[in-house]
């Protein structure tokens, strides 16, 4: 099968690029970067997308929600990771209290992602913000949305457990999803809700559903990088696969570094500079 997003062939991911995927039955892969070199690795691996998580606050900041995130912060990240992305599309996920406020202000801070070098934003909820969604996308900024579990939204439901269990639920996340579509979203991911109603999802609108804990019949998949490569211990969830075990391996280098500093093994003698020959 001919990828058409092809690492060899396809120079630069753009929202059309990723829709286009939906029809040609390719799946999409996206993973979070917070930072530079991240990022340019994630790059030159070929991922699709890169989010660049508000999930920054509990990861890179160490917050207990994403709540507290600024705009300020994100912007910081926002110029980490362009910096090291040439090919993937480079999504900003808004934070909170930075699109609630009105659809000025949304625009204003979504125009101030772009300025640093986002290619698009993403933003939690449905029919609330619908009005936001058609107005960013009308001014030329590409949309990405989220229903299921939307962790900006901890405070009224006081957990992070599996969303759309029930009937009622399910339904207003279909309808939901419908919204974000009419409204002109790319994409959007589809966070912790049973796979069932992923597929109905996925099956009833034409852009592309992005899953994470949402189960095979997504569009594509997504993950947080630091918890895809085991840097969080304190993090497993069952729809996470870890491809690596960076918390040991960091711990190991780390230790061998003590060691080697408390042993007077580091620096040896081809680690150090000498006088200048007179
Ligand atoms: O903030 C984040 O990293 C996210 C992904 C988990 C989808 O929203």
Known sequence: MAYISDK???KKVTPELIKAMKGNNEKVACLTSYSYLTAKILDSSGIDLILIGDSAGN???????TLP????EMLYH???VSNG????LVILDMPFLSYQCGVNDAVRNAGLFLKAGAEGVKLEGGRQIADVIEKLVGFGIPVMGHLGLTPQSIRKFGNYALRGKKKNERKLILEDAKILEEAGVFSMVLEKIP???AQEVSESISVPTIGIGAGRFCDGQILVSEDM???NEEFKPKFLREYACLATDMRNAFNGYINDVKNNDFPNQNEVYHNPKE
């Open 69 to 72: 995130v600024s705009v300020d």
């Open 85 to 88: 992305a040439e090919r993937a």
């Open 229 to 231: 490569l085991g840097m």
């Open 195 to 197: 796979e069932e109603l």
């Open 78 to 80: 926002t110029r980490a």
């Open 59 to 65: 990861v890179f900041a160490g917050y207990e929600t």
């Open 8 to 10: 060899n062939t396809v």
